[in-house]
């Protein structure tokens, strides 16, 4: 919830291609763009023989203030839980964001963890249209 679902990406021809030269920026620049939105993520979790549903989403590069409504669940009973962020924070790009969410009838706990992303493989072929 309350992140900005849009992006805007800036190429730097002057700088070095992405992931070819660590001692230098990669010149892509990716910033927010547009209204803070919902990002909504359809899931059972009532699974009988499952300890763990996953999700995953992406958050454009940005800045979420702290206090924000961030992660919404609601239960089938009709209950829904919001977890709020606790200190600003800044989602960088190049980096994965885990939340551990465990949800009840009674209530919602989260933690988190911050990663990098591992390096990306390489593919070839042509786009069609």
Do not use: C, H, R
């Not at 002057?14 to 939105?37: F, H, L, Q, S, W």
């Not at 706990?109 to 493989?121: K, L, M, Q, R």
């Amino acid at each position: 919830m309350n992140t900005k679902t849009g992006a805007k990406f800036t190429l730097g021809k002057d700088k070095a291609p992405y992931g070819k030269n660590k001692e230098k920026t990669d010149g892509i620049e990716i910033t927010a763009d547009g209204d803070a939105a919902d990002i909504q993520i359809d899931a059972d979790v009532t699974p009988k023989d499952a300890t763990e549903v996953l999700n995953e989403a992406i958050i454009v590069p940005q800045t979420v203030a702290q206090d924000k409504d961030f992660i919404q669940i609601y239960l089938k009973s009709g209950g829904k839980f919001t977890y709020k962020l606790e200190e600003e924070t800044t989602f960088e790009s190049g980096k994965k964001y885990k939340y551990i969410i465990t949800a009840n009838q009674t209530d919602l706990s989260v933690t988190s963890e911050i990663e990098d992303w591992g390096e990306g493989g390489t593919a070839t072929g042509e786009a069609t249209m």
